[in-house]
C-alpha cells in the first residue's frame, strides 16, 4: 500500500478529531477515506450550477455550492 504524508494546520487538525467520532473512526487515513467518498457522491450529484442540497436531522434543507 502506498504511503502518503500530510502536513495539516491547527483548524484541520481539530475537524478531522471531529470526524472521528462523528464517523465512529480511530485513525486520520480512515477519516480521510470517508470524507473522500462523502465528496465523491456529493461532486457525482451536484447540479450544472455545482450546487447540492443537502437535508439534515431536522429535514431542513441547505443549499451547498461546490463551486470555489
Known amino acids: 500500500m502506498a504511503m502518503t504524508s500530510f502536513v ?3 483548524r484541520t487538525t481539530k475537524a478531522i478529531e471531529a470526524l472521528k467520532e462523528t464517523f465512529g473512526v480511530k485513525t486520520n487515513a480512515a477519516v480521510i477515506r470517508r470524507a473522500l467518498a462523502l465528496a465523491r457522491v456529493v461532486a457525482e450529484k451536484a447540479d450544472e450550477n455545482h450546487t447540492v442540497m443537502v437535508v439534515g436531522k431536522n ?9 470555489g
Open 8 to 10: 495539516f494546520d491547527n
Open 59 to 67: 429535514d431542513e434543507a441547505v443549499k451547498v455550492s461546490l463551486a
